[in-house]
């Protein structure tokens, strides 16, 4: 499963989303996420890349939510 989230992505919680939702189809066995370095609108910048590892290692590391991935691959672009 590949999943791209464009710059208004960072702002709507899309790699939480992303997780849910191919989590769900039979027989994904592997997740590739790629997401923006960084979100830059107006004034105020994302750190897109930044949360989304973040938000994985907290997932991973809890050990409270398991997703049926053997493995999740997580670029920046």
Do not use: C, H, W
Not at 16 to 23: A, G, I, T
Not at 25 to 54: C, F, H, N, P, W
């Amino acid at each position: 499963m590949v999943e791209i989230e464009a710059g208004r992505g960072a702002m709507s919680n899309a790699v939480y989303r992303d997780l849910v939702r191919s989590s769900l189809i039979v027989g994904a066995r592997y997740l590739t996420l790629g997401v923006m370095l960084e979100y830059r609108s107006g004034k105020s910048t994302t750190q897109s890349y930044r949360d989304a590892r973040d938000l994985l290692e907290a997932v991973y590391a809890s050990g409270r939510l398991q997703f049926p991935f053997d493995g999740v691959l997580l670029f920046g672009y």
